[in-house]
């Protein structure tokens, strides 16, 4: 593959200092990394009556992560318990084509102790990649061959990251491989590609 610039990602730290956490008995300066913690309810741990969300609370930093934490925090404050499940937030990256991806690399699933099976599919092999070629991508899966259940995905394709809830859903819905290789995609387009993948997938993780 063909690149023409490289984009590099340098991270970002959340600004607490003068929200008056000290009052609260949170000292800024001891915060992990900068940033607040908080439990499955987003409530902050340490701090009965604070909640926090969005990139304060460190996990997943995006704004969608804070649009769905905005709202467990809200159901929480109107005493309807709801707690968050971050196991399926996509990342994403709006560039041309764009970049997307869910749950765990190959590199995080071999770490984490996973029996990792991984596929990748070249969206060029579809019928809608012979009719626009220049804007084929590519497509990542991994998965676990004892649980069969799909651990990770990485896009580059056109609207990645409009495709990549397909893959967030079957992580945090832990719907298997052989379920997700008898979906049927619309032809001819970029997600037949991913049928394809998932037939791969399935057949690389055994019967």
């Known amino acids: 593959m063909t690149v023409e610039r490289i984009v590099v990602a340098t991270g970002k730290r959340p600004v607490v200092d003068g929200l008056g956490l000290e009052h609260l008995g949170l000292d800024p300066d001891d915060l992990a990394d900068g940033h607040l913690t908080i439990d499955d309810a ?22 969608h992560t804070a649009n769905y934490q905005g709202w467990v ?19 994403t990256v709006y560039t041309a084509p764009e970049l997307a991806a869910v749950g765990m690399t190959r590199a995080e699933a071999e770490e984490a102790g996973h029996d990792v099976v991984h596929v990748v599919f070249d969206l060029a092999d579809t019928a809608r990649g012979s009719v626009d070629p220049a804007d084929a991508g590519r497509l990542v899966l991994v998965a676990d061959r004892s649980s069969r259940l799909l651990l990770g995905a990485s896009l580059v394709a056109p609207a990645a990251g409009e495709s990549i809830s397909e893959f967030a859903l079957a992580i945090r819905a832990e719907i298997g491989v052989d379920l997700l290789a008898e979906l049927v995609h619309p032809f001819p387009t970029w997600s037949e590609g991913f049928g394809y993948a998932f037939h791969r997938l399935r057949k690389a993780v055994g019967a």
């Open 42 to 63: 987003c409530r902050v741990v340490g701090a009965d009556h604070l909640w926090a969300i969005g990139d304060v609370a460190g996990i997943e930093p995006f704004t």
């Open 73 to 91: 925090a809200a159901q929480n404050l109107l005493r309807r318990p709801t707690t968050t499940d971050h196991s399926g937030i996509p990342r």
